[in-house]
Nanobody
């Protein structure tokens, strides 16, 4: 298990941008999931340990970008063109492989950060 700490959430207007950060050490595959009120946890994006491989959910492709800076032990989620339906608690997670979108395959989770998209 690894300790993960997210930051950067907040309130933003539709069409706006927000950047989330996740402090995480170690050579793990990393992912962002989100959970909206009354809905299941949803895969958003993932990145392998060296940043060379990334995957995105269709709902965020072209708007969100995942990246990592291993020297700073940080994973980022840049979110652009935000929509009200992006409103959720966002979690970063660490796992042994990037080749999965199942939340159960990730062994470590952060506490979550709220993102609210509203005018």
């Amino acid at each position: 298990q690894v300790q993960l700490v997210e930051s950067g959430g907040g309130l933003v207007q539709p069409g706006g941008s927000l950047k989330l950060s996740c402090a995480a050490s170690g050579r793990y595959a990393m992912a962002w999931f989100r959970r909206a009120p009354g809905k299941d946890t949803e895969f958003v994006t993932s990145i392998n340990w060296n940043g060379g491989v990334t995957f995105y959910a269709d709902s965020v492709k072209g708007r969100f970008t995942i990246s990592r800076d291993n020297a700073r032990n940080t994973v980022y989620l840049q979110m652009n063109s935000l929509k009200p339906e992006d409103t959720a608690v966002y979690y970063c997670a660490a796992g042994s492989t990037v080749l999965t979108r199942q939340a159960g395959d990730f062994h470590s989770w952060g506490q979550g950060t709220q993102v609210t998209v509203s005018s």
